[in-house]
């Protein structure tokens, strides 16, 4: 089976960095995705690791260790638009199956 | 850009009667997905399909039923709605190898059965 755990909620200041992690326990691993979900909305696609690392997109940056079980979601600047529930998603080995975790409520306050 | 719909944004039905509901993505994607999303347990699979007429059950396919006779669109079928079916439904679809593509959700209808 397949278990995906991160934080149900985190407060972070207008401006300041938030580091959302995410641990798993899958049959394999063929990566792990970073999605955005505003309240009311579909989720939106953030980011995608497969190879260890951190990738930089802009203002986010995702971080994988696959010996870990591991990954991060980093946010610079953060702006009020930014609170919102942030999901991890793995894909196990040989699955087309992404399975997602419960998410993390990200609320930015002023 | 991809764009998925979804037939209703609000739905709401009776418990014991027969739901549809419909996705239709525009981007020529070979896969689609049936997920519903919860309070306190996220986004679970309930069926997916990697081509026309193919499915394959998710984590959850109790109760429900799919159907893809044309490549843009995929439908889910509550036999017999009831209570526990309240949710909320999400579809995406995506192209290509499903592993390593990004998932394009729709936004969702929620679906209340009373």
């Known amino acids: 089976g397949q278990n995906i755990d991160q934080p149900t909620e985190m407060t972070a200041t207008e401006g300041a960095i938030v580091q959302i992690n995410c641990t798993y326990q899958?049959?394999?691993?063929?990566?792990l995705f970073w999605y955005q979900q505003h309240a009311g909305e579909a989720p939106t696609f953030l980011s995608y690791?497969?190879?260890?690392g951190l990738e930089e997109k802009g203002r986010f940056s995702s971080f994988l260790s696959r010996s870990k079980g591991y990954s991060y979601l980093l946010l610079k600047e953060l702006q009020m638009k930014d609170s919102a529930s942030y999901l991890c998603?793995?894909?196990?080995?040989?699955?087309?199956?992404?399975?997602f975790g419960k998410g993390t409520k990200l609320s930015v306050i002023p | 850009d991809v764009k998925v719909t979804q037939s209703s944004r609000y739905l709401v039905k009776r418990t014991g009667e027969k739901v549809f509901l419909e996705c239709v993505q525009d981007?020529?994607?070979?896969?689609m997905f049936w997920y519903r999303q919860d309070p306190g347990l996220g986004l679970r699979l309930i069926y997916f399909?990697?081509?026309?007429?193919?499915?394959e059950k998710g984590d959850i396919p109790e109760g429900y039923s799919v159907s893809r006779e044309k490549k843009e669109r995929f439908s889910l079928i509550l036999e017999s709605a009831s209570t526990n079916q309240t949710s909320m439904y999400l579809c995406?679809?995506?192209?290509?190898?499903?592993?390593?593509?990004?998932?394009?959700f729709g936004p969702g209808t929620r679906l209340t059965v009373l």
């Open positions: 995406a679809s995506t192209q290509g190898a499903v592993t390593g593509n990004e998932q394009f």
């Open positions: 899958t049959s394999g691993f063929n990566g």
């Open positions: 690791n497969v190879l260890d």
């Open positions: 998603a793995v894909f196990g080995a040989g699955s087309y199956q992404l399975t």
């Open positions: 981007m020529d994607h070979e896969n």
């Open positions: 399909s990697y081509d026309v007429k193919m499915k």
